[in-house]
């Protein structure tokens, strides 16, 4: 699934991320979410999360 809606998301779920350093070269981080800082229900970009381990980024993809 795709991490442009909010929807998609949720506490404990498994995401792939770009952090924000990472963004010109797309590498991905892994980890399972925390909490969802994005409010509103949808963004171009992916909804911005916080991992467990405390790295901040929007979500990609939600493998479950």
């Excluded at 792939?16 to 981080?29: C, M, P």
């Amino acid at each position: 699934m795709k991490g442009t809606e909010r929807k998609n998301i949720q506490k404990g779920c498994s995401v792939s991320i770009v952090l924000k350093q990472d963004q010109r070269n797309g590498k991905l981080t892994e980890g399972v979410v925390k909490d969802i800082l994005t409010n509103s229900s949808m963004h171009p970009h992916g909804i911005k999360v916080r991992l467990e381990s405390g790295a901040v980024g929007r979500v990609k993809t939600v493998q479950g």
